[in-house]
């Protein structure tokens, strides 16, 4: 006898043909959607032996919202129409769990019997996750382009802004000493110095944010950084504001600027203080956290810095476009709407990154992310 070894690629077709046909039903039904039969796979799919679906509506396999908008009898009625309809929906199999599925409903004419409907239901929620994860992926590419485009605005426009701003100091300084007597000048001159300050200080952000602010890194335990700053923060927030830090514990040493640091949480405990109207509870928490910082690199570990707040939190609506330069939802005059872009630019040029989320409190939830410092190991 001889033994035929089968070949290796024959092999892994016919595996990947199984596993396509484990994760595919054909259903037999009538005109009605009455099943009277199966084909194959329903008990793999849906957990049902072919007899217990027997006589009975295929809509018992639509979730409830789908059976309430009637979809089963749309789709039958598509059939009816157009001799065959395809969709993709979630099928809810014996157990309650749901997948996504690619249904393919066809009218077929046995020559006894009468009508009669095949249904090839396809366990799409691989393709599905896939197809979700490339968008996704899209998105956040298109997002982080328009951020560079808005960063390299900012850097523009800071430095033009910066040349101005330098010829408006020196010339209230020249002014300042042909005027030293007078008292009158001098209290204009004081005015139009501090309204300089307010320019020179918004331009920071936004030189910070377009990436063109020297950093001065230092290696810094970020723990240590909050417990030096809280009575800062206190006196920021407000009396009618609890500041609470939670701190985790063996947080990795970080590389970044502690001036920056500190001026990017003034930023976002500000806005909780607004946000909340002066009354609520904010929480400083920091956690040692591995993520990936690009689709497809390496795993990294990061330190996670949060201020979460217990005020009416940022809307999905507005979350992509909070962190730009001059988004502001405040009246006018009393937000520049440079803070979080501040706050990103600064995570973004320490490599790490920022991101939006909802706190325990119910509200805001405004995360930075700090790469870990290199190790004596490496
Ligand atoms: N903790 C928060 N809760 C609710 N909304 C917030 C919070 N933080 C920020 N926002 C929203 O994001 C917007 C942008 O915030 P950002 O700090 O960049 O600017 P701003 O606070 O409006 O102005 P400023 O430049 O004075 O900081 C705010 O106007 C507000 O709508
Ligand atoms: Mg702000």
Not at 55 to 63: P, T
Not at 157 to 164: G, Q, T, V
Not at 200 to 221: D, K, T, Y
């Amino acid at each position: 006898m001889t033994y035929c070894q089968p070949h290796r690629d024959d092999d892994s077709a016919l595996l990947e043909g199984l596993r396509r046909l484990r994760s595919c039903a054909i259903l037999e039904m009538d005109g009605e959607g009455m099943i009277h039969g199966s084909i194959a796979g329903v008990d793999a799919l849906y957990g049902y032996s072919g007899e217990e679906l027997r006589g009975r509506s295929f809509s018992c396999l639509f979730s409830r919202a789908d059976q309430e908008r009637n979809m089963p009898g749309m789709l039958l009625a598509r059939v009816r129409e157009q001799g065959v309809e395809q969709s993709a929906c979630p099928l809810v199999r014996k157990d309650g769990t749901r997948f996504r599925a690619a249904l393919t409903l066809e009218r077929v004419m046995p020559e006894a019997g009468g009508e009669r409907v095949l249904m090839v239901v396809r366990d799409a929620t691989e393709t599905f996750q896939n197809q979700k994860r490339m968008r996704q992926a899209q998105e956040s590419a298109m997002r982080a382009q328009r951020m560079d485009a808005f960063g390299k605005l900012s850097f523009d426009l800071a430095h033009d802004f910066n040349n101005l701003l330098s010829v408006i100091v020196n010339s209230l300084d020249m002014l300042a000493a042909r005027r030293a007597g007078d008292e009158g000048t001098r209290r204009i001159l004081e005015l139009a110095h501090s309204a300089v300050e307010r320019g020179a200080r918004l331009n920071r952000q936004m030189l910070l944010f377009g990436r063109g602010h020297a950093l001065v890194p230092q290696r810094s335990q970020i723990n240590t950084l909050l417990e030096a700053s809280l009575g800062l923060y206190r006196q920021v927030c407000g009396d009618a504001v609890e500041v609470v830090l939670d701190l985790g514990a063996e947080l990795p040493e970080v590389e970044l600027d502690a001036g920056q640091l500190e001026a990017a949480l003034l930023n976002l405990l500000g806005n909780s203080r607004d946000a909340m109207r002066g009354a609520g509870t904010v929480v400083l928490r920091t956690r040692a956290e591995t993520r990936t910082p690009a689709p497809g690199g390496a795993d990294a570990r990061f330190v996670r810095v949060t201020v979460g707040d217990s005020g009416p939190g940022i809307g999905q609506d507005i979350r992509d476009t909070v962190f730009e330069p001059f988004f502001t939802t405040k009246p006018e005059g009393e937000g520049s709407g440079l803070g979080l872009s501040q706050v990103y630019g600064f995570a973004a040029q320490s490599g790490g990154m920022a991101e939006i989320g909802t706190s325990a409190l119910g509200g805001a939830d405004v995360s930075m992310y700090f790469p870990a410092a290199r190790t004596a190991a490496g």
